[in-house]
């Protein structure tokens, strides 16, 4: 179906903030399903997107894919005020969405060697996909699949370091880009413009340290926010410098940077052209621990009771949905509802089965359902064939995920 988010006001505003009144009514829309089921509320999504579009403050959000993986979700979030382009997670997503879209970054470097050579041969797809580099490499990957004579002109943009290098601390943030400081950027800038088959068209930095860190979350965030506030002003002069840099080698088209937990920070930032979000869309619960955002829980899923082996334990089929990142807890899927349910210590969220305990485990039967959500966002569209839509307590209807569409990209 056709997601418009403008009109997506069924439900009263802000239900999701009364558990006792929101996980009943998903449960009354998704009553004549069986089976796992995801399902997005759609109020609480547009509300999620709304306000990501304040928190930018105008800069114009570009959207991260990865963290949606349904393209009607996708299509009505990029036709809001606000936001502008996607950020793809592989070469053949990325040439699969500009079949459609016009403007799509691939965020990560790419080695496939199929989607290069398709990429080379697409007049159309290689004025709207551009690829990310940070090594000349890279580039020399792209030369050994189609030679710059042979192919149309590549459209590149450099992913450079935005990780802390702390004194006395090290290195805190991601490890991604080898280019850090403003001299190598603009010496791989200088050497890509020297290339001939290639186009500099942009820049990104992804400050993981500060867009991706929660600092609400009652252990350990005076430390967060020390680390976060030191942070932002290393990053602002350096990116500041890393922009005036590569300028004067490329007219960059864009400057991208954040994320959905650093938006107001990198909205700040008068080097950075645009930014990039996702995962507040659809708002794993580990968005939940952010200061200055509390994002509606727009997407979650629900499995069945299928045995009870005492009788403050009940235990659901399937379960072990798993976010990317290390391997703690905070990337388990989290029981929602009913309250208090909480996964065994020993046995986490399985891959068939999950028993939760708690007092309200005592009140479920076989075939009753248990709301859960996901850590992050893309983890569960690898799950589930589509999202069943609901506003209120209706399923109004119902979005294929790229699994549902047959396209398994990573």
């Not at 990116?239 to 007219?251: K, L, N, T």
């Not at 864009?254 to 959905?260: A, C, E, K, P």
């Amino acid at each position: 179906m056709s997601i418009d988010l403008r009109r997506a006001t069924g439900a009263p505003a802000e239900t999701w903030k009364d558990p006792a009144a929101h996980w009943p009514a998903m449960t009354r829309a998704v009553a004549h399903l069986s089976g796992p089921v995801a399902a997005i509320s759609l109020p609480a999504l547009a509300y999620n997107a709304f306000d990501m579009g304040v928190r930018a403050s105008g800069v114009p959000i570009r959207v991260a894919s990865k963290s949606v993986r349904v393209r009607e979700v996708l299509d009505a979030t990029l036709d809001l005020a606000g936001y502008q382009g996607i950020l793809a997670f592989t070469l053949p997503e990325a040439l699969w969405l500009a079949e459609t879209h016009d403007d799509v970054v691939l965020g990560y470097p790419t080695a496939d060697r199929a989607a290069i050579a398709a990429l080379a041969s697409d007049e159309r797809a290689a004025a709207r996909v551009t690829l990310m580099v940070d090594d000349l490499a890279q580039l020399d990957l792209v030369d050994g699949v189609v030679a710059p004579t042979a192919r149309h002109r590549i459209r590149l943009a450099i992913d450079a370091d935005a990780s802390w290098r702390a004194p006395g601390l090290g290195h805190i943030g991601v490890r991604r880009s080898p280019v850090h400081e403003p001299a190598q950027v603009a010496a791989l800038a200088r050497s890509i413009a020297a290339r001939p088959g290639f186009d500099l068209v942009g820049l990104m930095m992804y400050e993981a340290q500060i867009a991706g860190q929660p600092d609400a979350t009652g252990s350990g965030d005076a430390v967060i926010r020390w680390m976060q506030r030191r942070s932002s002003q290393e990053l602002l002069d350096r990116r500041g410098a890393i922009v005036e840099a590569v300028h004067a080698v490329a007219p960059l088209e864009f400057v991208n940077g954040g994320g959905t937990g650093s938006l107001e920070y990198t909205a700040s930032d008068l080097s950075v052209t645009e930014l990039t979000a996702g995962s507040g869309l659809l708002a794993g619960h580990l968005f939940d621990g952010y200061r200055v955002f509390d994002p509606a829980p727009a997407a979650a899923f629900s499995l069945e009771v299928v045995r009870k082996p005492a009788a403050d334990i009940a235990t659901v089929l399937g379960g072990g949905w798993i976010a990317s990142g290390p391997p703690v807890a905070s990337r388990q899927p989290l029981p929602v509802w009913p309250a208090g349910l909480k996964t065994l210590a020993r046995e986490g969220a399985g891959e068939v089965q999950t028993p939760l305990q708690g007092e309200a485990a005592r009140t479920l039967s076989v075939g009753d359902r248990v709301w859960f959500r996901h850590a992050k966002s893309g983890e569960l569209a690898e799950r589930v064939e589509s999202y069943h839509l609901v506003d209120g307590d209706r399923v109004v209807g119902e979005s294929a995920t790229y699994r549902g569409e047959g396209k398994a990209f990573l």
